[in-house]
């Protein structure tokens, strides 16, 4: 079974900190993929990763940046938290770029 | 903008019954289809994939798919309590696209 751990299940943090998500995978995906969760918006994509060092944006990166130095795992950073940054952040792995998503167990970010 | 819509429900079944839970899509490229399950709390869990016209069929689930209609169905069968979960469609658009596009999710709820 594919295995996507995510470091933090709840993290709460203060405006204008900045914030380190942890995705680590043991499939050798070559794709990892960071959204976010909100209710009554669904899940929305905020950047991913084909390669190693690789990144592109999704479609709501501001705010975000990513860091992809191992294969196996995929960092998503908050520069400076803001209150409307306050989500449910779900990682996943696939092993093609438009395959089936094999996601983490979340991590609820709060942001005071 | 590639959309993916479904009623947000909630749909109530009772025990026993067949659950049919409905998807269309905007984008006539589409190639890839998923159903994802999510309970309460938890991080989306794959149960269907499909990716040409008809039927597939895994234990109590059937997905259906219509290109020409530009819809996507799942059927749950012999519907159980512990089917009650927010049932989310997933597609990618393909011609390179990455990741998958979500829709906002059914609530379904067996009832005992």
């Known amino acids: 079974d594919v295995k996507v751990t995510q470091s933090s299940r709840y993290l709460v943090k203060r405006t204008g900190e900045k914030v380190f998500l942890e995705c680590v995978q043991d499939?050798?995906?070559?794709?990892m993929f960071w959204y976010r969760q909100d209710p009554g918006l669904g899940l929305r994509l905020i950047y991913f990763s084909y390669d190693v060092k690789m990144k592109e944006k999704g479609d709501i990166p501001e705010g975000y940046s990513v860091s992809r130095e191992k294969k196996e795992r995929f960092s998503l950073i908050l520069e400076s938290a803001s209150t409307n940054q306050t989500s449910m952040y779900l990682c996943?792995?696939?092993?093609?770029?438009?395959?089936?998503?094999?996601f983490g167990n979340g991590t609820r970010l709060t942001v005071t | 903008q590639k959309e993916v819509e479904q009623n947000s429900g909630p749909l109530s079944v009772p025990e026993g019954a067949i659950a049919s839970l409905n998807c269309t899509y905007s984008d006539r490229g589409s190639q890839s289809f998923f159903w994802y399950r999510q309970y309460s709390g938890k991080s989306p869990e794959l149960i269907m994939s499909?990716?040409?016209?008809g039927d597939k069929e895994d234990g109590r689930f059937t997905a259906q798919l219509n290109k020409a209609s530009q819809y996507v169905s799942l059927l749950i069968r012999d519907s159980q309590p512990s089917d009650s979960a927010t049932y989310l469609c997933?597609?990618?658009?393909?011609?390179?696209?990455?990741?998958?596009?979500f829709g906002k999710g059914t609530h379904l709820i067996i009832q005992p």
């Open positions: 997933a597609v990618n658009s393909g011609g390179g696209a990455d990741g998958l596009t």
């Open positions: 996943a792995s696939s092993p093609t770029r438009a395959g089936a998503l094999h």
């Open positions: 499939m050798d995906h070559e794709n």
């Open positions: 499909i990716y040409s016209n």
